[in-house]
């Protein structure tokens, strides 16, 4: 896979340059001179190759994408900052671009939300009010509490009723059904390390692990041939779970 990961921005001054982006978008360089936004990071360095000012502004412009363009255009007014263009609606968004000390050109960019949606970067505005979440049935509340925290030492908080397993990937809702039937696949899934070690401290802890005709399992139950290496099992409720590597 490629991905743009960084841009260097080199500069004449770049003591100078790095405090204006700290200032105009309130973000501070981590230990080694990256500085975050978003899914790429900016790097600002002293060249003795470049001039003072670059002389083709147009030719490479840092696009930076907000939630709020007018907000963040007030706070740029404030520190004094040179308009190219002011804040206007293009159609697809608000553009405004302005001017950094090296003279290299920046636009602040707000998408509008009919925009993102109809090129399936955003869901609708009413199915984003929260993060979604999964979520399956069990028979016994706490039987299932007592597993998922004794046994695979999960952060599990109730409400209501209902069970919330906190991973890192967000939560997971677990609720009571009285004709609940286990689901006939995975419905959870937990990436490991090191599937050998998490297979042995499973079973330590009483778990058996599952084998299915014609998939072929060793000693552990671990299959590890035909794609990630998998171990499955079940929870007290029969739903059936998988450690992978």
């Not at 030719?59 to 007018?70: C, G, K, Q, T």
């Not at 002011?86 to 009919?114: C, H, K």
């Not at 069990?138 to 046994?151: L, R």
């Not at 908080?157 to 397993?165: I, K, P, R, S, Y």
Request: charged share 25%; proline share 6%; aromatic share 8%.
């Amino acid at each position: 896979m490629i991905a743009l990961g960084s841009i260097l921005l080199g500069s004449a001054h770049p003591e100078r340059l790095r405090d204006w982006y700290r200032a105009a978008l309130g973000c501070e360089p981590r230990e080694d001179g990256f500085i975050d936004y978003g899914g790429v990071s900016l790097l600002i360095d002293g060249r003795d190759d470049v001039a003072p000012a670059t002389a083709e502004p147009g030719r490479v412009i840092l696009n930076f994408h907000v939630e709020d363009a007018r907000a963040v255009v007030a706070r740029l007014d404030e520190l004094g900052v040179e308009w190219l263009a002011r804040l206007e609606d293009r159609g697809p968004g608000l553009f405004a671009t302005l001017v950094d000390p090296d003279g290299n050109y920046v636009q602040v960019i707000q998408m509008s939300e009919e925009y993102l949606v109809s090129r399936g970067y955003k869901q609708p505005r009413s199915l984003h009010s929260a993060a979604p979440f999964s979520g399956f049935s069990v028979d016994d509340i706490p039987a299932a509490k007592a597993f998922y925290t004794e046994v695979l030492g999960l952060k599990v908080t109730e409400e209501h009723g209902m069970l919330h397993l906190h991973i890192d990937s967000g939560e997971v809702l677990v609720y009571p059904k009285d004709k609940h039937v286990p689901a006939e696949f995975t419905v959870l899934n937990f990436p490991v390390a090191d599937i050998d070690a998490a297979v042995d401290e499973l079973t330590a802890r009483g778990v058996t692990f599952l084998r299915y005709e014609g998939v072929p399992a060793d000693g552990k139950g671990i299959v590890r041939e035909g794609g990630p290496q998998i171990a499955w099992f079940t929870d007290p409720a029969g739903n059936v779970l998988s450690v992978l590597q």
